[in-house]
């Protein structure tokens, strides 16, 4: 059950708000996403504090039929999230396209993921325009940025290429682009993860200013992707 759940909507500012449940993700509070927007335009989030048993803010695009609608022009900053499956997600639901996303000033802490964007070949949609900056993080317990276009709840070990063999028969059109960091912390398994498709690769990723500490040194991974730049070093 989403706490703060918003469809097909213009408009819309969630400032100062405080939400808190159980943080266990396969135990007390699943499925409670914090701030679940699908399909919205024109959003403000600042100031919010969230502990959650899933995603702390999650924006989707979906649509009915064959109508697609897009979330665009999306402001989340000086938030702090406490618990969670991801500080911010987008995803997985991304048909509708997700345009123009602006993250920045984020402490996060204590989450399973900091920032994740994650579909598969059934959900994908056109990704676009995802800004973030300034975020701090401290005791992430995976990677600190995940982008996974494979994505399925069950199997989410991609360092060891735990890639279900279904998902690589679905068509998928899907492009990230435009996406800048700066970043510093701890987590704990790795600094990013990058997983693409052979047919629609992770693409043109500019990472800069990243300067995250790795606790078991698992490593970074970089699968299926295309002009990743991190730190001004081409990958």
Same mark, same amino acid.
């Given at each position: 059950m989403n706490n703060i759940h918003i469809c097909d @909507?213009?408009?819309?500012s969630i400032q100062r708000v405080k939400i808190f449940n159980p943080p266990d993700?396969?135990?007390k509070g699943p499925n409670t996403d914090g701030i679940n927007l699908i399909s919205c335009r024109y959003v403000h989030i600042a100031g919010c504090t969230i502990g959650t048993g899933d995603d702390c803010i999650a924006l989707n695009a979906g649509g009915i039929g064959s109508k697609r609608i897009a979330t665009t022009n999306v402001l989340i900053e000086d938030c702090h999230m406490t618990a969670g499956?991801?500080?911010v997600s987008v995803g997985s639901v991304t048909s509708g396209g997700l345009h123009n996303i602006t993250v920045r000033n984020l402490m996060v802490e204590n989450t399973v993921?900091?920032?994740f964007i994650? @579909?598969?070949r059934e959900r994908g949609g056109l990704i676009e325009n995802i800004n973030y900056s300034n975020?701090?993080?401290l005791n992430v317990k995976g990677e600190g940025i995940a982008i996974s276009t494979v994505y399925d709840s069950k199997h989410q070990d991609y360092h060891n290429k735990n890639i279900p063999e279904e998902l690589s028969r679905i068509p998928l059109h899907l492009y990230v682009t435009?996406?800048?960091m700066v970043l510093v912390g701890v987590v704990e398994t790795s600094q990013y993860l990058l997983v693409g498709v052979p047919e629609s690769p992770v693409r043109n990723i500019n990472i800069s200013n990243l300067n995250v500490r790795s606790l078991k040194h698992k490593g970074?991974?970089?699968y299926h992707t295309d002009n990743i730049v991190i730190n001004g070093r081409q990958q």
């Open positions: @909507t213009t408009g819309i993700f396969h135990g499956h991801a500080a993921r900091g920032l994650k @579909t598969n975020i701090i993080m435009s996406l800048t970074n991974y970089l």
